[in-house]
């Protein structure tokens, strides 16, 4: 029997759920596009280390096969998470300028080819896309998270390096765990009891930032894992930062962007800056 990798999985999902909800997608799509345009905009000169940008999907010509299937699933579950969009797709640790490389404007994210930098935009020729930014208002807590990103990517880049670099396996993308954090809690255990399906916790080993820190992520699990452990750090240093009660590894992107407003809504710790646009706006 031939082998079916991942990539071909999700573009045969993909092109059946075109097929069936299409319709419906390109409503939703349309509907947030309005509702992102009723937002303040923002230029990448606003932004700080340490700032979360989730990214939106607008109406566009092609979208993303894997991007169609974010969309969907979350659209699924919408009313679990209110305030977030099932557009959002993607989420980001902003840091800035990194010394050495060109650039000023680098996010850390969780891809398929694993934890990586780009300088902003990330996006492709054919999707149009804005990103909605978030910061925490204690700035040396902030800095620290971004400290933290830029740590997991520099400890996958030494790991790659090494001889048995192979069997760490450092900062790879997890599809099992992206796929089943998109489920609800309630799906866990009905999949668990009734078919035995389940998805077993990534892996872990020692990091400059804490004896657990996982081995593989997906977006917005790594965000979440970097705000944690910044938060583990300072409590370390004496202080305390609870800045987003959520599972790392049952997070998406929407069900991310909705605790991040109500941070933003209940006690101010969160500040929601705008919508960066692309293309982006210096």
């Known amino acids: ?38 937002l303040k905009r923002i230029c990448v000169s606003n932004l700080k280390k340490g700032d979360i940008l989730v990214k939106h999907i607008l109406p566009s010509p092609k979208i993303d096969n894997g991007h169609y299937v974010i969309i969907t699933g979350q659209n699924m579950f919408r009313g ?99 796929l089943w954090s998109s489920l609800p809690a309630t799906w ?18 020692s990091s400059n930032w804490g004896a657990n820190a996982p081995t593989e992520f997906f977006c917005s699990d790594f965000v979440v894992q970097c705000l944690k452990a910044a938060s583990e750090t300072r409590e370390e240093q004496g202080a305390v930062h609870h800045p987003i009660n959520i599972d790392p590894k049952k997070v998406t992107p929407m069900s991310l962007e909705d605790s991040l407003i109500k941070g933003c809504n209940s006690n101010g710790e969160w500040e929601d800056l705008g919508v960066l646009e692309v293309p982006i706006p210096q």
């Not at 866990?188 to 916790?201: A, E, K, M, Q, T």
Request: glycine share 8%; charged share 20%.
């Open 1 to 38: 029997m031939s082998q079916v990798n991942a990539g071909q999985l999700v573009t045969s999902f993909s092109d059946f759920v075109r097929f069936v909800a299409d319709g419906q997608i390109q409503q939703v799509i349309q509907d947030e596009k309005k509702h992102i345009s009723e």
């Open 80 to 178: 679990l998470y209110k305030l977030g969009s099932p557009v959002s797709v993607h989420a980001t640790v902003y840091l800035g300028a990194i010394e050495g490389m060109p650039g000023n404007h680098f996010v850390a994210h969780a891809t398929m080819g694993g934890v990586t930098v780009i300088n902003l935009p990330e996006v492709k020729d054919t999707e149009q896309c804005a990103y909605r930014c978030f910061r925490y208002q204690d700035e040396t807590y902030a800095e620290l998270v971004a400290v933290i990103a830029e740590g997991y990517v520099a400890q996958r880049r030494w790991n790659q390096k090494k001889p048995d670099g192979k069997t760490e396996k450092f900062g790879d993308y997890s599809t099992p765990q992206a």
């Open 188 to 205: 866990h255990g009905f999949l668990s009891d009734r078919f035995n399906i389940s998805v077993p916790p990534a892996s872990e080993m």
